[in-house]
């Protein structure tokens, strides 16, 4: 037993105080005395002691009170009643008030070191009982932070997690699992997988690494969920304890639509561009061909054609690398704007008339009207200048032989309006939500011989979205189109909910 104990010795007697403390002084670290129960009261307020042997018949305050008063002040306390008129009552109504022992006198120093061995032996079994207790506490307390911990994180996460147990019972899920797999919570937890979940792939997985887990590490799959044409990308691995027995199977699903999609749009994107840098370049080669194996004519007319149809689709070349160069940096936002206070008139007249070359070789009249003396606007030149441009040399090349174009520009409800408006080949319904795609290109007999990249109306889009505007487009067959631009006046911005 650990002798490290202290005790008070209440008693108003003062021999068996002093004769107590002697015994006791051999084999305690502490042994105090006290000559009334205010005293012992006062005393133990200061310091808690590990055991009190208290008088029960004393002046004032006796001992069935003290003994109330010092376990008030330390309800772990041990206490053993000393009396000179023991009797059954008094030992009842001692232990009922939390007494450990009762020792009559008089006493011998040996049954005096028993009850006192023994009491403070049960401080000590108490003490410990209570460390173990709030240790325990404490460990629960932080298993259940680190749990809510881990759960908050598990939640969080924008990939889905399913863990099961060795039998396949789903014992955690995600809100991310349960929205990637179109389920519910209650069609999860605490059901077998093969019952929960609806992906049949998904679940070949899980029951693979739950049956064949020594010999798998992890298992990954591409899942297609087809209700909502998503693909997953599941990964299986089993769950281990600190001894390696299987636990249980955990299953990570990432949404990789998007990437697959990239991926999709990544060919396609490699391989229209292929064709469009493969048919001028393939015209290029054949007039070299024709030239250099002596093919061509001695007639100037023809060799001036030759060279000239040549340059043009090398021309063609320039442009469609100069398009792709502007939808790579309008996307990647690296293009700097100088804005700056613009006439809107000024600028139709200038782009009018930087194309009116082009259609004058067609017979095609281009035009401008304008809705009395506009405001200005806060633009890039260059940006606006090139919207117009593409819409109009779009006018230019699918309008008909002595056919018009008319730029038409006024106010709108807080924006400037700029409408192209066409005399040629319309364009279908169903191709209207398409022209503004990158590479898109009608596809139709009066089209076959258009030249073209297949980015301006793209490119105008994405100028026109950058100022927070909108582009519409309106046509029937046969008849011609209008493009009609949207830009906001001044600093007027976020206003496109209103025009659309």
Known sequence: MDESFSVLVVDDERGMREGCR????????????????DEAVAKFARRHYDLALVDIRMPGMDGMETLDRLRALDPDAVTIMV????????????????????????????????KVFSAVERRQLTLEAKRLREERERRLLEIATEKSRLRTVINCMQDGVLVTNRDGDVVLSNPAATRLLLLDDSRLLEHNVADAARQAELVD???????????????????????????????????????????????????????????????????????????PLAVIEGYLGMVLGGMATDD????RLILSRSRARAQSLLTLI?????????????????????????????????LRPQAAARGIVLREESAGDLPRIQADREDVVRVLT????????????????????????????LDVV??????????????FDEFYRVKRRE????????????????????????????????????FSVFLPLGDIANMRNAIE
Do not use: W
Request: charged share 30%; hydrophobic share 40%; with cysteine.
């Open 205 to 279: 997985m899980i029951e693979k690494v739950l049956r064949e887990g020594d010999g798998v590490s992890m298992l990954a799959r591409e899942i297609a969920v087809e209700r909502e044409n998503r693909v997953l990308m599941a990964n299986v691995a089993p769950v281990r304890d600190e001894n390696g027995e299987r636990l249980g199977a955990v299953a990570v699903l990432r949404d990789i639509t998007q990437l697959k999609e990239l991926d999709r749009a990544k060919s396609q994107f490699v391989s229209m561009v292929s064709h469009e840098l493969r048919a």
């Open 390 to 417: 593409n819409l109009v040399s779009n006018a230019i090349k699918y309008n008909r032989d002595e056919g018009q174009v008319v730029v038409r520009s006024s106010i709108e409800g807080g924006y400037l309006r």
């Open 447 to 482: 089209t076959r011989e258009i030249t073209g990249t297949g980015l301006g109306l793209a490119i105008a889009k994405r100028i026109v979205d950058s100022y927070n505007g909108v582009v519409k487009v309106a046509s029937e067959l046969g008849k011609g189109s209008t």
């Open 22 to 37: 002697r015994i006791l002084e051999r084999h305690a670290a502490l042994v105090d005395t006290a000559e009334s129960g």
């Open 422 to 435: 066409d005399t040629g080949l319309g364009i279908a319904a169903e191709d209207t939500s398409k022209i």
């Open 322 to 354: 100069d398009d792709l160069l502007d939808i790579s940096r309008i996307e990647a936002g690296q293009l700097a704007k100088r804005v700056e206070t613009l006439d809107p008139a000024e600028i139709c007249r200038d782009v009018l008339g930087l």
């Open 300 to 303: 100037p007319v023809e060799e």
């Open 83 to 114: 009396t000179g008129y023991a009797s059954l009552q008094t030992a009842i109504e001692a232990t009922k008030r939390g007494a450990h022992d009762v020792l009559p006198k008089p006493f011998t120093p040996d049954q005096l070191l028993a």
